[in-house]
């Protein structure tokens, strides 16, 4: 069975990366989104504009950000970059 590639259409994350609290991890692409596994602080550098932004109290969960580093000052556990 063949896949097709449909362009300009929202579709599911293809790979994930853990983030290792306390470490800035640069990401090799913008993600999808990030996965929080539990609730905390969630500090992030956008790639448009180039912004760092801290969200507070964060709840566990799907986020829909696209960022291209997740800063070590993150207090949030369980955190997955999906791309």
Sequence with gaps: MA???????????????TITASTTATLSS????IYVGTAGNLSVKFSSGGSTITF????????????????????????????
Excluded at 3 to 17: E, F, G, L
Excluded at 76 to 82: E, R, T
Aim: hydrophobic share 35%; no cysteine.
């Design 3 to 17: 896949t097709t590639k449909v362009t300009n259409q929202p579709r599911s994350a293809v790979d994930a990366q």
């Design 30 to 33: 913008l993600t999808r989104a």
């Design 56 to 83: 507070s109290n964060v709840s566990n969960g799907y986020h829909p950000l696209q960022v291209e580093v997740v800063n070590g000052t993150t207090t949030a556990d369980g955190v997955i970059a999906l791309f």
